[in-house]
Each structure stands twice: as structure tokens, then as C-alpha cells.
């Protein structure tokens, strides 16, 4: 018999966790759509894949990386779209928009937006997806010691961040 995750335990997954991966989804991209977007596809990849998850404690681990990869890869996608583009297409308003009030925090966002790519995506793990420190390196594949300079710069760069001026 063949051990992974059933798709009741990614069912259940799915209803306590779907709120906070579009957060982290939120932190690290632009737009509500693509957010959507990025969670829904990271709970399609890891239930076609739910045979590899040999531990269910270990799904949520697996949704938040995948989440994390997808959301770069939706950057990725748009900053070729822009150059190709002579225009961005604006962003379409989704009915889910009021979850995203209380994530909106308009200060921090955008000084988590002018943080570097690694920095950002440690504290996003770090700080808003409560994982710790070893947790943040497995799921982006760097050193422990690695996170905690990335976190430290990203911090100290926050605090120049939001004491400047608006």
C-alpha cells in the first residue's frame, strides 16, 4: 500500500490553510488575481503530486514552497510581459478583494516591495508564515546562516524603509 498524502487530509489542508497562503502569496506579489492564481495552482501541483508527500505533516510545507515558487515565477512571467509589452494590462479587482484589507497594510507593503527578492521572501516565511528560521532554509534551499543574514539585512532595511518619509 502506497503511503502520501489522501485527498481528505489536502481537503482539510485546503480549508484551515487557504487564507494564509494567500497572504504569503500576497506579500510576495503585486496583485490579488495572480495570488489566487498562484495558491489555486500550488494545490493542483501538490494534489496530482499528493503520492511523493510520503508525510501528511509535511503538505503545508510542500503548499508553501510550491507557493513561493510559483509567485517567482509569475514575476519572472510579468517582467518579460512588461518588456514586451509597451503597457502593463492593469489589474482586474477579484471578488475576494476584502481579504485582502487586512493584508494591506500600505506602508509595509511597500517597503517589503523595495526589499531584495531573498530578503523579502525570508521574512515573508519568517515572520508572516511563522516558520522558523530552519524551516525558511529548507524551503528556499539556502544555508541557516543564509536566512538569518537575509532577515537581519531585510529588517534593518525595513526600519530605513518605514521611518522615511511617505
Do not use: W
Amino acid at each position: 500500500m502506497a503511503a502520501g498524502t489522501t485527498v481528505d487530509h489536502l481537503t482539510e489542508t485546503y480549508r484551515a490553510h487557504y487564507r494564509s497562503l494567500l497572504g504569503l502569496a500576497a506579500l510576495l506579489l503585486d496583485d490579488t488575481a495572480s495570488c489566487e492564481d498562484v495558491v489555486q495552482e500550488a494545490f493542483i501541483r501538490v494534489h496530482s503530486a499528493r503520492g511523493r508527500v510520503r508525510d501528511p505533516e509535511k503538505t503545508l510545507a510542500y503548499l508553501r514552497q510550491t507557493v513561493v515558487n510559483l509567485s517567482r515565477s509569475a514575476l519572472r512571467r510579468r517582467i518579460l510581459g512588461l518588456k514586451l509589452l509597451s503597457k502593463p494590462m492593469p489589474d482586474m479587482a477579484s471578488a475576494e478583494e476584502g481579504a485582502y484589507d487586512l493584508l494591506e497594510r500600505d506602508q509595509l507593503i511597500k517597503a517589503m516591495r523595495g526589499l531584495q527578492r531573498r530578503q523579502r521572501e525570508v521574512l515573508v516565511l519568517r515572520y508572516f508564515a511563522d516558520m522558523t528560521e530552519a524551516q525558511v532554509a529548507e524551503t528556499l534551499g539556502i544555508s541557516l546562516g543564509s536566512v538569518k543574514a537575509y532577515g537581519s539585512r531585510g529588517i534593518a532595511a525595513l526600519r530605513v524603509a518605514m521611518e522615511a518619509p511617505a
